[in-house]
């Protein structure tokens, strides 16, 4: 029933070019109305039965669109989002990123990867659909234009539409083909929470000829973050590890199956340190703790020989999805006033809820299948990814399993210059949705 | 002999008034060459027997002059500089920094306290003496053009011109009144020692969702450092007190005589926090080890979650005459090695050696004699400041003992707008220094 499906989807690209011309840069809060109103024109012309504006309708709405289909009793969700990446550096581009061009097989683009390549894979596989006997299952779209700046009204949009976006399995945005180029597919997400710890110990700075009496902001802020931490990467925080739930069987199967080579990170990045011999399982199941920056007094040319007034720290902590983020937070407040720091305020800047679908979950074992079917066996189970987003809330609000599927590859070069993906991918990835499609039609 | 000194000088104050209009910025390398032309001619005029140019001639020369005494075996060694600090910010003085103004029974100008007011007391007290039977003794004058910036040709002037420079004892610039306006001698300087101590852990910064396995700059510089001090400000390196030398008993009394009140620095300053009960003994003759800036990472506003590749930060310690710069750089460099943090580097910025003149020293006993005559016997006496500054190469050079005296106070504002001082402080001070060399003409 989708034998043309690939290659329906790679003649009707082009059809959608006019998205990734649109410069929709929600860090510069450009172009996004437009966007949102072209996407609105896209999901009427392709016959949806709803389409609205969530949230904000003057700067960045989320666009929210209904299709019928032949099974009215089940209904996949798509999150996407229309937002995207400023260009810059603009001269490192090969062509320009808001005109789409195709060199060697390659797709390029602002967006082309993160995520308008992919909102137009399912715009597409809708349009096939629609020539082709119409949709198994009903599909609802939730694109968003806020999520390159941390979806900021996701949450709220969410909750105040629970029965519009009410469906039985949501397929999120993002992934394709691993570095080893097999496809992944991916259950969840990591938490995060996000911190400063700040310290005052006088008015202003002093000559440091004052060291013999005078406390210093610096030296409390280092003594204090260094009782966090141990040089394993353990943090020692009483209870942080607390909530950490393990993984199935399963899972921790499909993790230590996953393709990730220690030896390529470190040469890629120049690493000069690592921490975990496990680090699979660290990736997905251990929380960390980071120290996003640093600052303290004198930090320009020379030499300037003062007693920092004020010293602080930028922390973030990956979570595993069960630990809640403003808990973590008030521990490490704990922690350092037990520790005899309790001039180190903890400031909570933000938090993100992780999830993670149980593997064993039905629809997450139909896509899996329908993976290996399509990439052979292969094709790669991660039951969260080391990063995160913003799903925990459409888990948590509309209880349904979510699954990470995508048109991209690990060479997309997402968020740089020259981002593209790989004509086959788009083929290939949109094929595989059309098949979970029906086979979630047939059960 | 020196009835009427206090009166003359008060008097011929205003015959160099050229002197502190000339902007000698040596931050800024402004009007240098000019203010040591004029101090050239002004030592000719004085009828010095001997008058020169050291260093470099086109940029910042000291200007070296020499007057004959009538006990021609006797020879007192004035340090002064001739360069200021720049007069920024402009709005907050009340007269025109460059213009000489009396106001309120004192004398505002940049420099009027730091170093030209002084420069001026001392010229003065020339021009009394050409006029009121000759100096008693010989005089020289080092008058430097770079001290603002950190002397930074000092040492090599002073190696080459050792003999040139030969006297008896050295009579250096700074100091007055202190905070309770008793009168206060100072016999010498702490040392520095000025490094930064950095570290690399990659090529790049990593997105924190790797932090599971990739190790984080920011996390090495923190907990190496704060190995380095305990919570009582102790310095925690192998070897580090090693070269302190204790005070005399004489010292050690003066020290606790000195006017120092720790309730009143820590209320002028917001103090949260101080480190030590024995501060008095600790400014003087305890080392510190002090964290001027920190640097890592991402520092901007909001989040950014990133692993620092790199992070660094800048120290100093001040250290007690007896210890040497290079050596507690290299102790700090060992104990980080033998710690596990041998990724850490010490890159040694810049040092100077200490200075102690002993008490018990013949001239600084007829300096502290004639000041308790002239001030009363609750003038201080302070071995050696808790600062620092280039007086060290002239004491070890010229093997002499060096006096700090002055004509200031502890309200005058250095470095600050509306530099200033009291005239009752200048005719004092003045007369003081002539009761010296007329006693020192005695013995």
Redo the contacts between chains.
């Keep these: 029933m989708t034998e043309n499906l690939r290659e329906f989807a790679l003649k009707h690209l082009t059809d959608y070019y006019d998205l990734l011309r649109l410069p929709s840069i929600s860090a510069q809060k450009e172009a996004l109305p437009e966007t949102a109103e072209l996407l609105v024109e896209l999901f009427n012309e392709l016959g949806a039965t709803r389409v609205e504006k969530l949230g904000s309708f003057e700067s960045a709405p989320a666009v929210f669109a209904e299709f019928k289909g032949n099974d009215p009793t089940k209904t996949v969700l798509f999150y996407q989002h229309y937002d995207v990446q400023p260009p810059e550096p603009l001269e490192k581009w090969e062509s320009d990123p808001f005109e789409p061009t195709i060199r060697e097989g390659k797709l390029y683009a602002r967006g082309a990867s993160d995520n308008k390549g992919e909102l137009i894979s399912r715009l597409v596989l809708v349009k096939y659909f629609k020539e082709n006997g119409g949709l198994p299952v009903n599909v609802k779209f939730f694109v968003e234009g806020e999520e390159e700046i941390g979806s900021p009204h996701v949450a709220q949009i969410v909750q105040e539409n629970r029965e519009k976006l009410a469906a039985d399995a949501c397929i999120w945005e993002g992934g394709g083909k691993n570095y080893v180029d097999n496809y992944q597919i991916v259950g969840g997400m990591?938490g995060?929470t996000?911190f400063d710890v700040e310290t005052?110990?006088?008015?202003?700075d002093?000559?440091?000829?004052?060291?013999?009496?005078?406390?210093?902001a610096?030296?409390?802020?280092?003594?204090g973050?260094?009782t966090l931490?141990d040089?394993t990467?353990k943090v020692l925080v009483e209870g942080f590890y607390d909530d950490v739930q393990p993984l199935s069987k399963a899972e921790e199967e499909a993790v230590f199956a996953y393709d990730f080579d220690?030896d390529v990170?470190i040469s890629r990045?120049?690493?000069?340190?690592?921490?975990?011999a496990e680090?699979k399982l660290?990736?997905v199941n251990?929380p960390?703790?980071?120290?996003?920056?640093?600052?303290?007094?004198?930090?320009g040319k020379?030499?300037?020989?003062?007693?920092?007034?004020m010293?602080s720290?930028?922390l973030?902590c990956?979570l595993t999805p069960s630990q809640d983020p403003k808990k973590i937070a008030q521990l490490i407040q704990e922690h350092l006033d037990k520790n005899?720091f309790e001039?180190l305020k903890v400031r909570y800047?933000?938090g993100e809820n992780g999830h993670r679908s149980p593997m064993s979950d039905p629809f997450i074992q139909l896509v899996l299948a329908k993976a290996k079917d399509y990439y052979g066996k292969q094709t790669k189970y991660l039951p969260n990814?080391?990063?995160?987003g913003p799903a925990e809330v459409f888990s948590n609000e509309l209880d349904l399993p979510i699954v990470i599927l995508g048109v991209s590859y690990a060479g997309s070069q997402v968020h740089s210059p020259n981002e593209h993906i790989r004509l086959q991918d788009f083929g290939d990835g949109t094929q595989l949705l059309g098949d979970i499609l029906v086979e979630f039609g047939k059960n």
């Design positions: 990591r995060i996000v005052t110990t006088a008015d202003i002093l000559h440091s000829s004052l060291a013999s009496y005078a406390e210093n610096a030296w409390r802020l280092v003594r973050l260094a931490r040089d990467g220690l990170a990045a120049g690493l000069r340190r690592t921490l975990k680090h660290a990736l251990e960390t703790m980071t120290i996003n920056g640093l600052t303290a007094g004198y930090q020379g030499v300037k020989t003062v007693i920092p007034h010293a720290a930028k973030d990956r005899g001039d800047r933000l990814s080391a990063g995160g």
